[in-house]
């Protein structure tokens, strides 16, 4: 069996092509230093190890012996896993984008040995396919090309690259005030509602895909102003994500996106983000609405995240593949989906009457499948389970109590899941990015404080455990990204610092260990050192130290995880409420301002950022409890805080002198705060001026009206 460089790597995504004939390089100096030596161009592959198409075009040209002799006898090859080098993918997606006017995984794009980009495209068939040329055909006529027209691919190049970083630089407007007002926080909420499907909830038509910036914000929108169409919107979208097939009915967790309107046909794969942001927007809409059914899919996700992403270090795993084996019989022959769907056949043998019909009827199960069938058949009469009928219409259909009828169905439930367990599972991308747990622990952090639940609050914290030592040098600040079988590696890019800190201010709040709230502080710190545009406001992705990025980008666009600007500007207003540190707040403004013009031209790309700038436009409240951690009396105040919808406000526990010591930094009122006749006492303030401190429950509660 061949064997190429990259089985020297650890990314999943690049062993998956350890063992094609390809001569494949991973993004290094001696990638570089061949293309330049030979003056060959750089074929740049870029993906991620649960990619549909990524695999297919793997199959298809890069196990194929005349696509590798093409590509090692014109080319110096390179593959990337985006998901560790989100910085190369994001260059030379903006290029794709740009000259094609569409992006996706796989990409494709060829680069001078100067790194600079000359055509591109994502996936390509590998031979010509109706009247399009196929991968072997562009192989052949660039290297033609190469040959012929160097001078001027040298020189477009050049050019595309002076365009791009134009494209991509973020300033603010000539004037240099800050534009962001409450009509921008307006704005966005329009265009949304103008794009809000009003029967089946999301945002446009098919594919729908989760975007929780988008809920995140208009929760904030109807916290602040009243508005009952933001929060149905939310609580909707919300209610029909639940119910379709993107939602693992069985085992919990959420699909990538729906390929229809109706959330039905997932695109099968799991990502730790989405689990992540969506079991927050969950509990978002649980505390707002006091609806147990929001909970309780929180609840779901948790409970996959721990049984299935959750590594013994205490880390959380990035991915579980779209595609499954079929058949154990044929470990080769994979289909995506295949390990979700069932027959109803395959249901009844399992599932003793009359559960079995119960559990068919709720879940949309029919006898001839209710999958539509793929091109090889492989699917004929196989069904995705999706909420058809709910436990009340269920119940009257068969004429038995609900209570009957929902025993019934969570028995069949579990009989299932354990059925599944015995199939071949999808494979796990079981690398740990610093920046996506920074997500999960925000999560879990969450799900311990509103639900109540140990379990979900012990995560939280070993995660943050294995972060500040697995992760983050105390010594230096640095943070590495990725973490995969013992070894940590790759630089920390913004995501990862500002995602990190994120994750552990929010865990501060939930469990006042002061220790989450220094580091938070000092990764805030080393992350305006290493990315801040201190000259016109923001942060570059990366930093500018590395000399093989030909553009610097400040990303901005809140898709299916908010960009690393979006989450600073908030971490930095949440962390100069706390510490009163001005150049905190400082920094967060010229970051609104240099968006501020994006912001105010297009509301919609920005979602994260905009919730950002309902915090920066708001009076927030500093809520300081002063009593024993962990004392029934100080719970009772914290829970009372928890369980409201946490909107414009920093939460803070005074426990010990070195505590008040640390927050009386910021907030001076601190010094003098103490508990009441021996009970723990909450004061709540606004810019620094606290009402009467109160002990009891009620009163809290009226404060926090």
């Known amino acids: 069996m061949h064997t190429n460089r990259l089985a020297n790597e650890k990314s999943p995504y690049l062993l998956q092509h350890a063992h094609n004939p390809v001569d494949w390089y991973a993004w290094s100096p001696e990638a570089f230093e061949k293309a330049r030596a030979e003056n060959k161009p750089i074929f740049l592959s870029v993906g991620y190890s649960t990619c549909h198409w990524c695999h297919v075009m793997e199959r298809e040209s890069f196990e194929s012996d005349k696509i590798a002799a093409l590509l090692n006898e014109h080319y110096v090859p390179i593959k990337v896993d985006r998901e560790e080098r989100p910085d190369v993918d994001r260059i030379y997606m ?96 329009n265009v949304f509602r103008r794009t809000f499907d009003p029967q089946l909830g999301g945002f446009g038509g098919a594919p729908k895909f989760p975007r929780p910036s988008v809920y995140r914000f208009l929760l904030r929108y109807h916290a602040r102003t009243n508005n009952r169409e933001a929060l149905e919107m939310v609580l909707l979208t919300l209610r029909e994500m639940a119910k379709g097939g993107m939602n693992d009915q069985l ?21 730790l983000y989405d689990q992540a942001q969506l079991a927050i927007a969950y509990l978002e809409a649980f505390q707002i609405s006091g609806d147990g059914n929001y909970a309780d899919v929180a609840r779901r996700i948790f409970d996959y995240v721990l049984r299935d992403m959750t590594a013994p270090e205490g880390g959380f795993y990035s991915a579980e593949d779209a595609d499954s084996v079929i058949v154990p019989e044929e470990p080769g022959l994979k289909g995506e989906g295949a390990f979700y769907i069932w027959s109803a056949d395959e249901i009844r043998e399992l599932v003793p009457e009359p559960a079995a019909s119960w559990f068919c009827y709720r879940y949309g199960v029919a006898d001839g499948g209710n999958v539509a069938s793929d091109p090889h058949g492989e699917f004929t009469g196989k069904n995705i389970l999706y909420q058809s009928m709910t436990l009340d219409e269920t119940a009257q259909q068969f004429e038995r109590p609900v209570e009957e009828i929902d025993a019934g169905i969570a028995e069949a439930e579990r009989i299932l899941l354990r059925a599944r367990a015995g199939r071949v599972r999808p494979q796990l991308d079981d690398k740990i990015l610093t920046g996506w747990n920074g997500l999960m622990i925000s999560a879990f952090a969450l799900g311990g404080a509103v639900l109540r639940e140990a379990r979900y609050a012990e995560a939280a914290r070993r995660a943050a455990e294995f972060l500040a030592t697995s992760m983050y040098s105390a010594e230096t600040g640095y943070l590495m990204r990725r973490y995969r079988q013992g070894e940590a590696a790759i630089p920390g890019f913004l995501d990862d610092y500002a995602m990190a800190a994120q994750g552990l201010l929010d865990l501060y709040e939930a469990q006042f260990d002061l220790r989450h709230l220094q580091i938070a502080i000092r990764l805030t710190e080393k992350q305006r050192e290493l990315f801040e545009d201190r000259k016109h406001g923001g942060f570059f992705s990366t930093d500018a130290r590395d000399s093989s990025l030909v553009i610097m980008v400040k990303e901005d666009y809140d ?50 950022m905009l919730v950002a700038c309902e915090f920066f436009l708001s009076e927030p409240r500093e809520i300081v409890l002063v009593g024993e951690k962990g004392a029934a009396d100080t719970e009772a105040l914290a829970r009372t805080v928890h369980e409201r919808f946490g909107a414009g406000r920093v939460l803070m526990l005074v426990e010990s002198e070195e505590t008040r010591a640390f927050l009386a930094a910021g907030n001076g009122a601190i010094r003098s705060m103490t508990t009441l006749d021996g009970r723990a006492a909450a004061y709540v303030c606004r810019n620094y001026a606290c009402k009467l401190p109160v002990a009891e429950v009620g009163a809290l509660a009226e404060l926090l009206q």
Do not use: C
């Open 559 to 608: 898709g299916a995880e908010p960009s690393g600007n979006s989450v600073a500007a908030l971490n930095l207003l949440r962390l100069a409420q706390i510490t009163g540190r001005a150049e905190f707040r400082e920094s967060a403004g010229r970051l609104l301002a240099a968006f501020g013009p994006r912001l105010i031209a297009a509301p919609v790309a920005l979602p994260q």
């Open 251 to 271: 085992g919990g967790g959420f699909h990538r996106y729906s390929v229809d309107e109706r959330w039905f046909v997932p695109h099968f794969e799991k990502m």
């Open 94 to 189: 903006t290029f794709v984008q740009a000259t094609t006017g569409g992006g996706g995984w796989p990409m494709s794009v060829w680069l001078t040995p100067e790194l600079e980009p000359f055509f591109g495209g994502t996936y390509f068939p590998p031979e010509n396919r109706y009247g399009h040329p196929g991968f072997a055909s562009i192989l052949r006529q660039i290297a033609e090309a190469w040959t012929s027209d160097r001078p001027q691919i040298l020189t477009s190049a050049r050019d595309i690259v002076r365009q791009l970083q134009e494209q991509v630089t973020v300033e603010p407007s000539a004037s240099g005030v800050l534009t962001v007002d409450h009509g921008v926080l307006d704005s966005g909420f």
